[in-house]
């Protein structure tokens, strides 16, 4: 499967963003896809997640600002950053599921296959 994420820029803090990720290869709508972020030197971070079947979790430090939604009929996922902060700066990447139809709560790396190649968030102050 290939991912292709887009949406991201330069936002003023308190601005928002959304994110797409577009997927093509294989069922889409049976996968779950998380996002992910990193900055230099440090270790890539969950985001958050959407199930195969719609359900949403997130990290602590995105709960209440971020959403995820999908659309299957398009095979894209999208997150929706509100509220954003400085220290949302980074790239941020989507993923599938490593499993099929899968409905536990996962937020390790280890759990998702595809990824695509990341988009860069800025967030001024």
């Known amino acids: 499967v290939q991912l292709v994420e887009s949406g991201g820029g330069l936002v003023q803090a308190g601005g928002s963003l959304r994110l797409s990720c577009a997927a093509s290869?294989?069922?889409?709508?049976?996968?779950?896809m998380g996002w992910f972020r990193q900055v230099p030197g440090k270790e890539r971070e969950f985001v958050g997640r959407?199930?195969?079947?719609?359900?949403?979790h997130y990290a602590e430090s995105v709960k209440g600002r971020f959403t995820i939604s999908r659309d299957n009929a398009k095979n894209t996922v999208y997150l929706q950053m509100n509220s954003l902060k400085p220290e949302d700066t980074a790239v941020y990447y989507c993923?599938?599921?490593?499993?099929?139809?899968?409905?536990?709560?996962?937020?390790?790396?280890?759990?998702?296959?595809?990824w695509g190649q990341g988009t860069q968030v800025i967030v001024s102050s």
């Open positions: 959407i199930t195969y079947n719609g359900v949403t």
């Open positions: 290869g294989r069922n889409f709508s049976n996968y779950g």
């Open positions: 993923a599938t599921d490593r499993r099929p139809v899968y409905s536990f709560s996962v937020s390790s790396r280890s759990d998702f296959g595809s």
